[in-house]
């Protein structure tokens, strides 16, 4: 899977995750990610009632696995101010990572995907880089090295 600079937006402007999750559809739809924005929603916030995905440091992952969904994709998402979301330090999120997975990878990819986003947002020179940058070629040549596993 490939992360490219489409994949990064920067200065989103949403109120809360609801309107997040109907900005990334669009998105996602727009690109062809995605058959169905409104499912892609539904899935994001069915995900959300099971556990939330906000993380702490200003960090969200969220992410969906279905049919509707065409291409394995990793979004970034750099909103333009905080919104609230449950997390672990209480912080409100402002950096989104959202994945969505096929359901034919919704097992090795899908868990490969994650670790690496999620093992990367463990390391302080991952979380500064990303937090502290607008800048897209920055923040592309970040994401892939994590993508790749490098941090």
Partial sequence: ME???DNILV??????KIELFHYIAKYAKDKSIVSNESELVEAFLER????????????????????????PTVLFL?????????TFDGQPV????????PSENKGT????????????LL?????NSVKNSSDIDELEKQIKKAMEGAY
């Fill in 94 to 101: 402002s950096n989104v990572f959202s994945l969505l997975v």
């Fill in 123 to 127: 390391e302080e020179e991952f979380i």
């Fill in 109 to 120: 990819l899908h868990l490969e995907m994650i670790s690496k986003i999620a093992t990367s």
């Fill in 48 to 71: 959300e009632e099971e556990v939330s995905t906000g993380l702490q440091e200003s960090f969200a992952i969220p992410h969906a696995k279905a049919d509707f969904i065409k291409i």
């Fill in 3 to 5: 992360f490219t600079k």
């Fill in 78 to 86: 750099k909103l333009s101010h905080p919104i609230e979301w449950e």
């Fill in 11 to 16: 200065n989103v402007n949403v109120k809360d």
